[in-house]
């Protein structure tokens, strides 16, 4: 079983609707979880980060994480083409610095 | 606040010459990552760097590849004698000490092609 797994993609959205990605991890004990978009050739870029169970939410991205069921995604609300790109779950596991990533989902919003 | 930066963006070797990365961390960072990014894939994990320590080299190959993040200067991946299997993108990142040190920032990359 991979440490953190997303569907590689492509998800495809509509202009203006809400993108739900998702990611699984298998360490019960991770602490921290993030998402980085990377767009095509670039490097990835940090946009959200989440510690505790719940939501959290900055302008139209709202993480969700759920540690009971080892499940942390990523909803874009008014999906926009710019949103096209990569989105990278990656996970801290517990008491330690390195941070493993996912093969990350490739999204595209279609105008 | 300049961003993480990376030198060079791309770099071209022959088999068996020898390949030098550089990276210098965002400005107050004290923590570098280095990863691997093959087209279409992830991104692999290699080392974990603070100053003038290696904490992590789990994802380095064990012949070949090094690191080092010298008290002055900036951070070295080296790879010695490149293989076509080389050819990547590789990123470093930095985070900063304390209670954000799991944030990381990367730099634009180097890609490297082996010829």
């Known amino acids: 079983q991979k440490e953190v797994e997303q569907n590689s993609g492509p998800l495809s959205v509509p202009e203006g609707a809400i993108a739900s990605l998702n990611c699984t991890y298998s360490d019960r004990g991770s602490q921290s979880f993030f998402w980085y978009r990377q767009y095509s050739g670039k490097s990835p870029e940090l946009i959200m980060f989440?510690?505790?169970?719940g939501d959290k939410e900055d302008g139209r991205f709202t993480a969700q994480l759920n540690k009971a069921s080892q499940y942390v995604s990523l909803l874009i609300r008014d999906s926009q083409p710019s949103d096209s790109a990569t989105y990278l779950c990656a996970v801290r596991a517990g008491g330690y610095q390195k941070v493993t990533f996912g093969i990350g989902t490739k999204l595209q919003v279609i105008p | 606040n300049a961003g993480v930066m990376q030198n060079p963006r791309h770099l071209v070797r022959r088999r068996g010459q020898e390949a030098r990365l550089r990276c210098s961390p965002m400005?107050?960072?004290?923590?570098v990552y280095w990863y691997r990014q093959l087209p279409e894939e992830g991104l692999k994990f290699m080392v974990y760097l603070q100053k003038e320590n290696i904490i992590d080299e789990s994802g380095m190959p064990k012949e070949r590849f090094s690191a080092e993040f010298p008290k002055e200067g900036p951070s070295i991946l080296r790879i010695q004698q490149v293989v076509r299997g080389d050819s990547a993108a590789y990123f470093c990142?930095?985070?900063?000490?304390?209670?954000?040190?799991?944030?990381?920032?990367f730099g634009p990359g180097t890609r490297l092609t082996v010829t």
């Open positions: 989440i510690y505790s169970n």
């Open positions: 400005k107050g960072h004290s923590h």
């Open positions: 990142a930095s985070s900063p000490p304390g209670d954000r040190a799991y944030e990381q920032y």
